[in-house]
């Protein structure tokens, strides 16, 4: 009997990096694990959901009210889920998750996960380095959340700054250590 997989859940907030959590996906699957994508309704306007469930050979959820889960879809989404990762982690989501809001589906999993989180940052340089900002990451190290970046680097908004999400290999690797010392 071959082992179980181990189960991801990516949850893809609304920013323009959205585009690497496809790459991420991707590697995610070719390195074996079982992948579920949650978008935030922002997320879709950057990534759609072909893309991401031809990726991950599942179906993309976006909602709170998923008739597919009769329990709730933030119940059974994060049912026996090894790592949650979040990519992008917009400055909206760490807000959410660092004040314990339910306002949508990513944040309601965020409440109801109980096993590791990988935040990967993506913002501009100002809102980055804003004060709130800083706080909600604080709390979110304190709460036991990983954050893997953000990083230095051109932007978007098209300047230099820091605020440009971690690579999918970066973020692979650091679940890979999270998992390791998980065990």
Not at 83 to 105: E, H, K, R, W, Y
């Amino acid at each position: 009997m071959e082992p179980t997989a181990q189960r991801i859940l990516l949850t893809i907030g609304g920013g323009i990096a959205a585009y690497k959590a496809a790459d991420l996906c991707s590697k995610l699957a070719q390195a074996g694990y079982q992948v579920q994508v949650v978008t935030s309704r922002a997320a879709t306007e950057f990534i759609g959901d072909a893309t991401l469930a031809a990726l991950s050979g599942r179906p993309v959820v976006h909602d709170v009210f998923d008739p597919r889960f009769p329990l709730g879809s933030h119940i059974e989404l994060t049912r026996e889920i090894d790592a949650m990762i979040v990519a992008p982690a917009t400055a909206n989501l760490l807000a959410q998750f660092a004040q314990g809001m339910a306002s949508d589906l990513i944040s309601t999993l965020y409440l109801q996960n109980t096993s590791p989180v990988l935040l990967a940052p993506a913002m501009s340089d100002p809102m980055w380095n804003h004060l709130a900002v800083q706080r909600n990451v604080q709390t979110l190290r304190e709460d036991g959340c990983h954050l893997v970046g953000p990083e230095d680097g051109w932007l978007s908004c098209r300047v230099k700054g820091t605020g440009r999400m971690s690579e999918p290999v970066d973020l692979l690797l650091a679940l890979e250590s999270v998992l390791k010392d998980h065990c």
